[in-house]
Nanobody, 118 residues
């Protein structure tokens, strides 16, 4: 079955950087849009950034200029480079992907905690 496995979360000070990775595995025929969402305590899950199979990118206004999303199609992996991190970036970050395996559907990773604190 298809799985999305995230890595790279952790605790960093304000102004620091982190790089998240999310690798898809399983009997995959095609991967369409891949993206990152986040959910802070007491808040709804929100889109951080996504990237289509053709390379079109969307960013949340709150992360523009600080975060960069990219993907390696050969590795079936999406990355999120996060710079100039702020305490308000603290959240669980979830990978999301639109994948065709036996059928085409949306998948979520298990989430990785990102904490920005001094």
């Amino acid at each position: 079955q298809v799985q999305l496995v995230e890595s790279g979360g952790g605790l960093v000070q304000p102004g620091g950087s982190l790089r998240l990775s999310c690798a898809a595995s399983g009997r995959i025929f095609s991967i369409y849009t891949m993206g990152w969402y986040r959910q802070a305590p007491g808040k709804q899950r929100e889109l951080v950034a996504d990237i289509s199979s053709g390379g079109s990118i969307n960013y949340a206004d709150s992360v523009k200029g600080r975060f960069t999303i990219s993907r390696d199609n050969n590795k079936k992996t999406v990355y999120l480079q996060m710079n100039s991190l702020k305490p308000e970036d603290t959240a669980i970050y979830y990978c999301n992907a639109d994948i065709r395996a036996a059928v085409r559907r949306n998948y979520w990773g298990q989430g990785t905690q990102v904490t920005i604190s001094s």
